[in-house]
């Protein structure tokens, strides 16, 4: 069984900042594209942003140049350094990975959430 366990939400003041974790556990052969989606009260869950197993990433414009996505595969944990944060940034955080449990069978994870609240 794989687990995602997500860590680092709270609550902060308009342009501060926030680091979310999320480690990977588990009968896990190897971990391909890690992922942040969030979903804000009212709204559809949403990319925020994706690395892949080589490092590559991609993001979300309404957070390029304040956001940034890394990975540690040595620890099978994601990190989303949030800077500049803006109220409308308040939302669940989720950790979601594409993970091989064995040879040739990949599945999609997700973790339990972490609220981020931004206050004005």
């Known amino acids: 069984q794989v687990q995602l366990v997500e860590s680092g939400g709270g609550l902060v003041q308009a342009g501060g900042s926030l680091r979310l974790s999320c480690a990977a556990s588990?009968?896990?052969?190897?971990?391909?594209?890690m992922r942040w989606y969030r979903q804000a009260p009212g709204k559809q869950r949403e990319l925020v942003a994706a690395?892949?197993?080589?490092?590559?990433?991609n993001y979300a414009d309404s957070v390029k140049g304040r956001f940034t996505i890394s990975r540690d595969n040595a620890k099978n944990t994601v990190y989303l350094q949030m800077n500049s944060l803006k109220p409308e940034d308040t939302a669940v955080y989720y950790c979601?990975?594409?993970?091989?449990?064995?040879?040739?069978?990949?599945?999609?994870?997700w973790g339990q959430g972490t609220q981020v609240t931004v206050s004005s």
């Open positions: 690395i892949s197993s080589g490092g590559n990433t």
């Open positions: 588990g009968s896990i052969f190897s971990i391909n594209s």
């Open positions: 979601n990975a594409f993970i091989s449990v064995a040879v040739a069978s990949v599945r999609s994870f």
